[in-house]
């Protein structure tokens, strides 16, 4: 029984940063890998970045170096800071979570955020 909310997303111009939060409902938030998927117009979601139970992190290469995923397990919150933003990551971005793995497949995840837009503008 968890409820995931994206907040952040938005508009900048390429070179720009943006940082995403997800707050998570729930008393087990520690107990879940999460991450954050994106889907562009026309694509399929594909994988952004995770955070594991362990504290581990993984990132598409698309996005290594330039993004960085956390979480605050005491506030029940994950965050994604996008710096350095192109076109192409123009996407509506879902944060994700698994109660088992969460790997880089959209079917290992077991609760989904509603979405949240990300602009960048050339």
């Known amino acids: 029984q968890v409820q995931l909310v994206e907040s952040g997303g938005g508009l900048v111009q390429a070179g720009g940063s943006l940082s995403l939060s997800c707050a998570a409902s729930?008393?087990?938030?520690?107990?879940?890998?999460m991450g954050w998927f994106r889907q562009a117009p026309g694509k399929e979601r594909e994988f952004v970045a995770s955070i594991r139970k362990s504290g581990s992190t993984d990132y598409a290469d698309s996005v290594k170096g330039r993004f960085t995923i956390s979480r605050d397990n005491a506030k029940n919150t994950m965050y994604l800071q996008m710096n350095s933003l192109k076109p192409e990551d123009t996407a509506v971005y879902y944060c994700?979570?698994?109660?088992?793995?969460?790997?880089?497949?959209?079917?290992?995840?077991?609760?989904w955020g509603q979405g949240t837009q990300v602009t960048v503008s050339s």
């Open positions: 994700a979570s698994s109660r088992w793995v969460l790997g880089y497949g959209i079917g290992g995840v077991d609760y």
């Open positions: 729930g008393r087990t938030f520690s107990n879940y890998d």
